[in-house]
Every structure is written in structure tokens, then in C-alpha cells.
């Protein structure tokens, strides 16, 4: 299986909230991440959580980590169309500096 | 403006030719990495360098070399390209102190006809 997965699509209401959801397999990550890729664009870091990390609180962004089982997510609240855009976990383990990406979740914003 | 500069934005090449994808970063972070991004495969590490005189090989690395010039430039070459090297190519640099930042270029397209 792969090592972060993600499902490929969310679509929801301007105005709701966003969850998007990720899993890895590597239980010695020490960071995980968030990055947003808008169309045509390079990846911007969003947010991180260091492992020792339950929750992360960035303006409209939470990040939660069940470290048990392997889980992150990402919850955007009031979400906008210009959140429109694939979000990519990533984690990284042992220091090594090296981040390995999921698919990406494509988050399509409708009126 | 800091971040991560790489060029060229676009690029076709014909089946056996070379070229140099050229990245700079101007924030004196010590890893840097390129990575390659296809529909519905994330992204896949080709090389990285942790420091400046070293590179070591990613997930996908066949049909690639790399050079670390110095702490501010990293080179990806492909000696002779394939249809298969179609894609869009990404180059990162990450930093770690208080917090730790990471920034992308805004990727090559290279079509390989």
C-alpha cells in the first residue's frame, strides 16, 4: 500500500466547513504536513504538526492527529471559494528532511 | 522576493534530447529536492541534497542526474529524454530553525514528443 493516502475529492458548500482526511503507515513520522497547490502553481506549506502533537489551531485551519491511528486531517473552516485547490499531506520521519507526498484531495468549492 | 526560483516554466523536447532544469533558492536553506508530479500520482522525489556538495537518489530517479552547485543552486539534467519524462517537475528547498519553511517553485512542464 502506499505510505500517505488521501482521498482524490471533497466538494462542499461555500460557507461549511472542510475536512479533508489523510493516513500514513510510517509510525516513527516526526512531522506531518498540509500543502495547498492552486492551479498552475508550486505547493505552499500551509501547516505542519509535530508528532508529539494532538492539534494544531492556524486562523481557519485545524489540524488533528490521532497518532494511534495514523491519522491527520485538515478542517477548514468557513470554507471560500478561493480554497478551492489540491491539498497534499505529507509526512516525514526520523529527521530526514525528506517529505513523502500523498495524491493529493482536489477540494471543489460551490456556491 | 525569498523563495524558489526555476526555469524555465516550459519546455518540449523530441525523444533523445538533453537539457538542464535550472532551480535557486535565496533563502540559504541546506536541502533541496526536485520532484516530479503526474495526474493522479502526487508528487515523487527524483533527487534530493541534503547539503550543499552532496545528492543522493529519491523514489524515481532513472533518467536523471543532478548537481548541487553550490548552497543556492540545484540542477536537474536528463541526459536523453523519453516520452515517459512528460511531466511537470517541482523544485523545494526546506529549512529547518524555530519553524520550519518549505517553498516550492512554481514547476516546469516538459512535454517529450
Known amino acids: 500500500g502506499e505510505d500517505v493516502e488521501q482521498s482524490l475529492f471533497l466538494s462542499v458548500r461555500e460557507g461549511d466547513s472542510s475536512v479533508i482526511n489523510c493516513t500514513y503507515t510510517d509510525s516513527s513520522s516526526t512531522y506531518l504536513y498540509w500543502y495547498k497547490q492552486e492551479p498552475g502553481a508550486g505547493l505552499q506549506l500551509l501547516t505542519y504538526?509535530?508528532?508529539?502533537?494532538d492539534m494544531k489551531q492556524d486562523q481557519r485551519l485545524t489540524v488533528l492527529l490521532n497518532k494511534k491511528d495514523k491519522h491527520l486531517s485538515l478542517r477548514i473552516a468557513d470554507t471560500q471559494t478561493g480554497d478551492s485547490a489540491i491539498y497534499f499531506c505529507a509526512e516525514e520521519s526520523g529527521g530526514s528532511y525528506i517529505p513523502t507526498f500523498g495524491r493529493g484531495t482536489s477540494l471543489i468549492v460551490h456556491p | 522576493n525569498a523563495g524558489v526560483t526555476q526555469t524555465p516554466k516550459f519546455q518540449v523536447l523530441k525523444t533523445g534530447q538533453s537539457m538542464t532544469l535550472q532551480c535557486a533558492q535565496d533563502?540559504?536553506?541546506?536541502?533541496m529536492y526536485w520532484y516530479r508530479q503526474d495526474p493522479g500520482m502526487g508528487l515523487r522525489l527524483i533527487y534530493y541534497s541534503a547539503s550543499e556538495g552532496t545528492t543522493d537518489k529519491g523514489e524515481v530517479p532513472n533518467g536523471y542526474n543532478v548537481s548541487r552547485l553550490n548552497k543556492r543552486e540545484f540542477s536537474l539534467r536528463l541526459e536523453s529524454a523519453a516520452p515517459s519524462q512528460t511531466s511537470v517537475y517541482f523544485c523545494?528547498?526546506?529549512?529547518?530553525?524555530?519553524?520550519?519553511?518549505?517553498?516550492f517553485g512554481q514547476g516546469t512542464r516538459l512535454t517529450v514528443v
Open positions: 523545494a528547498s526546506i529549512g529547518v530553525s524555530m519553524n520550519t519553511e518549505a517553498f
Open positions: 533563502m540559504n536553506h541546506n536541502s
Open positions: 504538526i509535530f508528532s508529539n502533537m
